[in-house]
Every structure is written in structure tokens, then in C-alpha cells.
């Protein structure tokens, strides 16, 4: 959200408090009932929608970092095996592709770093049984590939991630413009009817419906700080 929505959210958030506190006059209304449903379901997956925007990009990081970690753990074990194997075989060529370090990987990019990793798998694979007195059998050759696989995908996740926050961010800017449509033409119409039956309703209402800039009051309090 930026700072204008982030105002817009708070006058709502506002408003349903409002709602809340005064509901069994403000249920007096049938169609202010149905009013404040639809707008309480639209809030509701507004908030949702806000934090898939705001959340979902650090989980994505956090995981990236745990697959890379694992699959890098995973390599290097397998790739000091085909490294050993290669000196007792006399395979000066298979030795310096089997070199690598944790903190060489470490430094390759995302796309880098899985094609290595793939290339000392392939390397491991065609050896075929020959690493197990090296402590790497089959089974570890195996998991290796399930641990690309798993990086992999988590690499490709932030392309989904962008998109998923691309769409929440539309799906954000839709639902405010529906949220103050539906106050607007109706919320705000109805409670009209209160403004003598129930004053102190009304005139909670019309205060939770103004937007106040929190941006710039912030910047007010700590200049007076």
C-alpha cells in the first residue's frame, strides 16, 4: 500500500470500529444491515489481499536461503567424493571439476549455482556405485538431485511472487475504490436517518469517516518530540 491507501485503510478500519460499537442502533436499519455486511466481507479481504502484498516476499527469501543452504551442503559432500575418487583414478580432468568449496558456491548467482550443482550430480550419476567406499551411495547421489530440485523451484517462486503481489496490489487499489464507493452512495446516505434518532451515532460515524494524513501527523509528533 502506499501512504494514501494506507489512510484510506485506517478511515476503514475506523469506521468498522464505529460499526461495531454502535451496531444494535445502527441495526435498526435493514438496509444499513446489508450495507455494513458488504462492507465488512470487502475490508475483510482487503486485509487479507494487503498482507499477501506486504508479507509474501520475505518468506520467499527466507526459504530461498534454507534450499541453498541444504543443496549446497549436499554437493559439496558428493563433490569431495568424485574429488578423492578422481586423485586414486589418476582423472586429473575429473579432479578439477570436482572442485568446489562452500564458499565458492556461495558466491555464484542463483542460476550459476544450480548449474554446477547439476554438473557434479551428473558427474556423481555416471560413476555408477563407485563413490559408496567413499561414504556417498546411491541414495545420497539421489537426494542431491532432490535438492536442486528443490532449489529450483523455490527460484523460480519469486517470478510467481511478483506476480502474486502484482495482483494484490490491483486487487488493493479495486477493493478501496469499492469500499469508498459503497460509504459514499450508501453508508453515508443511511446514516443520515441517525442524525436525530441517534446523534452520538452520527456523529462518531461522520469523525471515523474523515482521512487523516498519519504520514505527515507522524512527522508533526516527532518534530515536537
Excluded: W
Excluded at 155 to 170: H, L
Amino acid at each position: 500500500m502506499n501512504q494514501i491507501q494506507r489512510n484510506q485503510y485506517a478511515m476503514f478500519i475506523a469506521v468498522k470500529n464505529t460499526i461495531a460499537t454502535n451496531r444494535p442502533a445502527i441495526e435498526s436499519n435493514v438496509v444499513m444491515v446489508t450495507v455494513i455486511n458488504s462492507f465488512s466481507s470487502l475490508l475483510d479481504e482487503l486485509s487479507e489481499v494487503r498482507m499477501i502484498q506486504e508479507g509474501h516476499a520475505a518468506g520467499s527469501g527466507q526459504l530461498k536461503q534454507k534450499e541453498e543452504a541444504e543443496m549446497i551442503q549436499a554437493t559439496v559432500q558428493v563433490a569431495a567424493a568424485v574429488y578423492v575418487y578422481a586423485i586414486d583414478q589418476n582423472l586429473p580432468d575429473l579432479q578439477a571439476k570436482a572442485s568446489v568449496s562452500p564458499s565458492q558456491l556461495q558466491r555464484m548467482n542463483a542460476e550459476k549455482l544450480k548449474t554446477t550443482c547439476l554438473n557434479i550430480h551428473a558427474l556423481a550419476a555416471q560413476l555408477d556405485g563407485n563413490l559408496t567406499d567413499y561414504g556417498v551411495t546411491p541414495e545420497a547421489i539421489i537426494n542431491l538431485k532432490k535438492e536442486i530440485d528443490d532449489f529450483a523451484a523455490v527460484i523460480a517462486s519469486p517470478r510467481s511472487a511478483i506476480v502474486t503481489r502484482s495482483q494484490a496490489t490491483t486487487r488493493v487499489a479495486e477493493l478501496i475504490s469499492e469500499l469508498n464507493q459503497l460509504l459514499k452512495t450508501k453508508a453515508d446516505k443511511l446514516m443520515l436517518l441517525f442524525q436525530h434518532s441517534h446523534p452520538a451515532v452520527y456523529q462518531t460515524y461522520k469523525a471515523a469517516r474523515i482521512i487523516v494524513d498519519l504520514h505527515k501527523a507522524k512527522k508533526k509528533e516527532e518534530v515536537e518530540d
